[in-house]
Structures are given as C-alpha cells and as structure tokens.
C-alpha cells in the first residue's frame, strides 16, 4: 500500500481544510488508518485514527469537536477534515496504515504517507 496524502496549505486562524490520503495498492479496506502531524522542532504527535471499517473513531484531544476522520473504501481514500483551524495546528499532516484487530489504533503502523503542510495565521 502506498499513501499520498493532499490537501494542505495556508489558511488563516478559524478557517477550514480538507486532507486527503490517496491509497495505492491492494487491501484498503483492510486497513484501520488515521492522521498524525509534526510541527517544526516537536515530536510528532496523534491526531485522529478510524477503523478499517469506518465504524469507529478515535481523536486525540486537541482534535476532538473541530476535526473529523472519514474514509471511502470504494475510493481507497481516507480525510481529515479541519475546521476553526488555529496557528497551533500547522505541522505536517502525515496519514498512515496498520493493521489492526479489535480495536481502532495500536500504532504498530505498516505504512506512512509522505506529509502535506498546514499552515495557519493568525
């Protein structure tokens, strides 16, 4: 499976955006995939997981109520979309891939996507 994550760029403070994650490859729906982001001279951190199916959810706190994680298996693409964006956000936005059983996230990621910048002004 290879990721292609898309959809960055300059917004201004409390706008929105929409990332996307292209997957190539065989066994998308297989997948449990999520987002994590790194903002510059930090470490990369979690932001939101969903499950192979699409059923479950998982953010981390800075997410919760401003962004949400969908996927289309018929597209091989999952989404993150952002919204009242604020200057803490910008980072790059790297999407992922794991197999996972019975739960939404284990973090033992089988593969990354190259990352797409957010950028937010205040």
């Known amino acids: 499976v290879q990721l292609q994550a898309s959809g960055g760029g300059l917004v201004q403070a409390g706008g929105s955006l929409r990332l996307s994650c292209a997957a190539s490859g065989r066994f998308f729906s297989r997948y449990a995939m999520g987002w994590f982001r790194q903002a510059p001279g930090k470490e990369r951190e979690f932001v939101a997981a969903?499950?192979?199916?699409?059923?479950?959810?998982d953010y981390a706190d800075s997410a919760k109520g401003r962004f949400t994680i969908s996927r289309d298996n018929a597209k091989s693409t999952l989404y993150l979309q952002m919204n009242s964006l604020a200057p803490e956000d910008t980072a790059d936005y790297y999407c992922?891939?794991?197999?996972?059983?019975?739960?939404?996230?284990?973090?033992?990621?089988?593969?990354w996507g190259k990352g797409t910048l957010v950028t937010v002004s205040s």
């Open positions: 992922y891939a794991e197999i996972v059983v019975g739960n939404t996230k284990n973090f033992g990621v089988d593969f």
């Open positions: 969903i499950s192979s199916g699409g059923v479950t959810t």
